[in-house]
């Protein structure tokens, strides 16, 4: 797999097999975890985005939009929610399934930093590339 990303990133590849890159924004002000899942040919990205919403239910954040759609043969399913319980955040996970991996990009942090990262956020996605 392959993405871009900005100077205002800091990335670094961990040799955990399943979470592979972690990720910190200017002022460690959001965080990113890209993980990977193997052998998942059974589970549809729209699946696995339904077991994400359960887990923002059980965390108290509110799912706020959602969207799936297919970019050079991945389906892609972004979900973004917040939690306003202990402070306001803001999360964004998106999903890639290509045959059976499923790489998912998930972005926690303050509200207003994921505004000014938008552009960044939007360059990591939009390059995300599943390669096989």
Do not use: C
């Not at 871009?4 to 972690?22: F, H, L």
């Not at 959001?30 to 339904?50: G, K, Q």
């Not at 399934?97 to 499923?102: E, F, I, T, V, Y």
């Amino acid at each position: 797999m392959s993405f871009d990303y900005s100077d205002q990133w800091e990335i670094i590849s961990t040799s955990d097999a399943k979470k592979v890159v972690r990720g910190l924004y200017a002022n460690n002000s959001i965080t990113l975890s890209l993980n990977r899942n193997t052998n998942v040919a059974e589970v549809s990205s729209h699946e696995f985005a339904e077991m994400l919403k359960d887990v923002f239910k059980v965390q108290g954040s509110e799912v706020i939009d959602e969207r799936d759609f297919e970019k050079y043969g991945m389906e892609i399913y972004e979900v973004y929610g917040e939690n306003h319980e202990v402070t306001p955040t803001s999360i964004l996970i998106v999903s890639f399934k290509k045959m059976d991996l499923l790489y998912y990009m998930w972005f926690v942090g303050d509200p207003t930093a994921f505004d000014e990262a938008g552009e960044d956020i939007e360059i990591m996605v939009d390059s995300f590339y599943i390669y096989g």
